[in-house]
Each structure stands twice: as C-alpha cells, then as structure tokens.
C-alpha cells in the first residue's frame, strides 16, 4: 500500500498563478482533509470531506477550493495564488467514525512544499 | 480562531530529563489524539484518549486527559534523543480536527 500520496513535492509559483495539489489515498478511506502548517501556527484545517461527493470547510477555506469525486482522490485548487498562501500544505485519510466519540487516526502525506512569489 | 493551544511552544532539555508538553481546548472534546512529526516529516499518530480522566502509557510516554475532557497532556520520562521533533495535539468538537500549534522538543545529548 502507498498510503496517502502527495504531489508535487515542491512548487514555485508566481501570484496570480493558479494550480491543483493532488491527493490520493489507497486505503478506502472515507474521511480526507487538507492542512497548511506554517510556523507557530500548527495546523490549520483548510477543507475537509467525509465521502465522495461531501465537501465541507475548515477554519481557513479563503482562496481554496476542493472536490471529492472519488473515494481515493481529493485534490485542493488555489484559485489565485497569494504570497500569504506560502506554506507546507498536508493531505490526511482515516476511517469515518465507528461511534460516538471515537476517531479513527489520521494517515498523513509527505506534504507539498509551496513558495509563492 | 485556535480553538486548542498547546504550551509550550518550544522545549529544550539534556537528555535524560523529563518533558511535558499541554494542550488546552476551549470547548469540550469528544477525544483527544496525539501526534508526533519529526524534523521535516510528516505527523504521525501516536495515541488516542476518549474518556474523562483516561491516562494511557507507551513506554516512556503517559498521556492524559482531563476531567472535563477541555485539556490534555503528554510527559515523556527521561528523553532521549530519538525523541525530537514537534508534538501535537488535536481534538474533534464534530466532523473538524483542530490541531494544536504543537510544542517542538529539542534534546540536548
């Protein structure tokens, strides 16, 4: 199993530009999200998706948007990049919930390296 | 805003030392996970917590989490190196995990 799967790795992009992140896990995970972490900020939830086809924001959704079209994939689109979105950009998978209470444990990506300027 | 704050936001310790590290939320939580990221990787489950007042252990890790399921905390016992890197925090108040900013531990040999 590959796990969850990030790319690219590391992008440069000018401000204005636009550009899709992928994600895809191979799991058959039902719960994905994205996660930017920027120092002393830890991380930050940008969207979220609890099945294919459900789409719901985080704390910081402005100037990205998602689509879960699939079980495996959920790719996160900067509309009009901003030097504020510079940042390593993280995509999660676990299990949707058994019960009440209990979450299944997040599996992380390498992460994308993103550097706007 | 930071619904879970996590202090403190660095530690230095010489090996061998203890280390704990706080996570505080400001609404209830129905549990608490904790994660480890190593020093440009990625973070990596350690632990779950669900009930009032659970205390759970890993070795030389003891977890913790409150009585009023607002607050967490994880104490490892004589560090070692192997150690470092940056702990989190997070918790699920509905469908949404809301990390902590993470305490990132530095040990000294």
């Known amino acids: 199993n590959a796990g969850v799967t990030q790319t690219p790795k590391f992008q440069v992009l000018k401000t204005g530009q636009s550009m899709t992140l992928q994600c895809a896990q191979d799991?058959?995970?039902?719960?994905m999200s994205w996660y930017r972490q920027d120092p002393g900020m830890g991380l930050r939830l940008i969207h979220y998706?609890?099945?294919?086809?459900?789409?719901d924001q985080g704390e910081v959704p402005n100037g990205y948007n998602v689509s879960r079209s699939t079980t495996e994939d959920f790719p996160l689109r900067l509309l009009s990049a901003a030097p504020s979105q510079t940042s390593v950009y993280f995509c999660?998978?676990?299990?949707?919930?058994?019960?009440?209470?209990?979450?299944?444990?997040?599996?992380f990506g390498d992460g994308t390296r993103l550097s706007i300027l | 805003g930071q619904q879970v704050m996590q202090i403190p936001q660095y530690q230095h310790v010489q090996e061998g030392e203890d280390f704990t590290t706080y996570c505080n939320s400001s609404?209830?939580?129905?549990?608490i996970q904790w994660y480890k990221q190593r020093p440009g990787g990625h973070p990596v489950f350690l632990i779950q917590?669900?009930?009032?007042?659970e205390v759970k252990k890993q070795k030389r890790l003891t977890f913790q989490f409150g009585e009023a399921k607002k607050n967490s905390s994880l104490h490892i016992t004589a560090t070692q190196t192997t150690d470092v890197g940056t702990y989190f925090c997070?918790?699920?108040?509905?469908?949404?995990?809301?990390f902590g900013t993470g305490t990132s531990l530095t040990v000294i040999p």
């Open positions: 799991m058959n995970h039902e719960y």
């Open positions: 609404t209830t939580l129905s549990n």
């Open positions: 998706s609890v099945g294919a086809g459900i789409t």
């Open positions: 999660a998978s676990s299990y949707s919930s058994p019960g009440q209470g209990y979450r299944q444990p997040q599996h």
């Open positions: 917590l669900v009930k009032s007042g």
């Open positions: 997070a918790g699920t108040p509905g469908n949404q995990f809301y």
